[in-house]
C-alpha cells in the first residue's frame, strides 16, 4: 500500500489535555483531564511523526478539537441527576464537563506538534448537539465542513488517528469510509474509553467489517511517497 503525499490527510482527532491523563498548568502544577483515556498521550509521538512526514513531502494535516460551551448537552452536569457516564433521554451518552472553549482542558497537549495541521477544526460548539464525527455532528446530517475541504483538495486518502478510538475516532473513521475517501487507521495512534464496557472492542470490529484498513504508523511512514 502507498500514498500520494499530495492526495493524503492526516487527520488527527482531539489530542486535548483533557483526554490525557496529565497535563502542565500556567501555573506550572499538574493537573488530570476531565475525560481522560488512559496513557493517552501515548498516541501522540506516532502522530506528530506521521504529521512531520506529510508535510514535509507535501500533505495535508487536520486536527479536531472538541469545543463545547458551558452547560452543554454532552455533560452529566447539565442534567439533573444524571452522572457520567450513564445515557441522557434521546440517547446521549453523558460525560464529566470536558474541553470546555477557551479552557486550559480544551488546548491542544503541550507534547502535541500542532503547528503541522493545515487545519484546525473545532466541533461539538452547538449547546443542544454533540459532535464526535470530524465530518458530521451527531444528528448525522449538520455538517462540518471537512469532507468539502478534502474533496477540494483532490484528497483521496485519509489516515486517521488520535482519541477516543470509540467515540471521535470511530464517527470519524465510519464518515470518512462512507464518503468514499480510502480509510486507515494508525493502529499505534488511538486508544479508547471503553465506555460502557466493550465499546471499544465493538467499534474497532465494525470499522474492520466496514473496510477501513488497520496499519501501524512505522508501516505507514515507509508508505508515504
Ligand atoms: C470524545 C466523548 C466526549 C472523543 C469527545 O474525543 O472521543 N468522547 N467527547
Ligand atoms: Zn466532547
Known amino acids: 500500500m502507498t500514498f500520494n503525499a499530495s492526495r493524503t490527510l492526516l487527520l488527527e ?6 483526554f490525557c491523563p496529565a497535563y502542565t498548568l500556567p501555573s506550572g502544577e499538574n493537573s488530570g483531564g476531565a475525560l481522560a483515556v488512559n496513557n493517552g498521550q501515548a498516541v501522540i ?21 472538541d469545543w463545547h460551551p458551558p452547560g452543554h448537552i454532552s455533560f452529566a452536569s447539565s442534567h439533573a441527576g444524571k452522572k457520567p457516564g450513564e445515557t441522557a433521554d434521546g440517547g446521549q451518552v ?18 502535541f506538534e500542532a503547528k503541522y495541521a493545515n487545519l484546525i477544526l473545532r466541533k461539538g460548539f452547538r449547546m443542544g448537539l454533540d459532535s464526535y464525527s470530524a465530518f458530521f455532528e451527531n444528528d448525522r446530517q449538520t455538517p462540518t465542513g471537512l469532507e468539502g475541504w478534502a474533496r477540494f483538495l483532490g484528497i483521496d486518502t485519509v489516515i486517521i488517528g488520535g482519541l477516543a478510538t470509540d467515540y471521535c475516532v470511530f464517527y470519524s473513521a465510519m464518515d470518512c469510509k462512507r464518503l468514499g475517501f480510502a480509510t486507515i487507521i494508525a493502529s499505534d ?28 504508523s512505522k508501516d505507514l511512514l515507509k508508505d508515504i511517497l
Open 13 to 18: 482527532i482531539d489530542l486535548q489535555n483533557d
Open 45 to 65: 509521538p506516532p502522530l506528530n511523526a506521521l504529521a512531520a512526514a506529510l508535510c514535509a513531502k507535501g500533505g495535508w494535516v487536520a486536527a479536531t478539537q
Open 94 to 111: 453523558l460525560w464529566p464537563e470536558h474541553c470546555v472553549q477557551g479552557a486550559r482542558g480544551a488546548d491542544f497537549h503541550d507534547s
Open 189 to 216: 495512534a488511538v486508544l479508547g474509553v471503553d465506555i460502557p464496557e466493550g465499546s471499544l472492542e465493538g467499534a474497532i470490529k465494525t470499522m474492520k467489517e466496514a473496510g477501513i484498513i488497520f496499519a501501524p
